[in-house]
């Protein structure tokens, strides 16, 4: 418990890199979620395109 405290303590001395490095990586996870769906949804429309002019789905 006592290294959680100290590295907890650590984090906040500099404020403002601590707040650059968390924005930094909610905006990484946030733009790699986006671009996720954004893939699966182009492979789904991709396969309804496939599927509604050819021979449909066998």
Same mark, same amino acid.
């Given at each position: 418990? #006592?290294? /959680?405290?100290i ?6 001395? #500099?404020?403002?890199?601590? $707040? +650059?490095?968390?924005?930094? +990586? *909610? /905006?990484?996870? /946030? $733009?790699?979620? +986006?671009? #996720? ?11 309804? #395109?496939?599927v509604? *002019?050819?021979?449909?789905? +066998?």
């Open positions: 418990m #006592n290294n /959680f405290i590295a907890w303590r650590n984090l906040w001395r #500099n404020k403002r890199r601590t $707040l +650059i490095t968390v924005s930094s +990586i *909610f /905006f990484g996870v /946030f $733009l790699a979620v +986006i671009m #996720n769906s954004m893939q699966e949804g182009s492979y789904s429309s991709m396969i309804d #395109n496939v509604k *002019f050819y021979s449909g789905y +066998i």
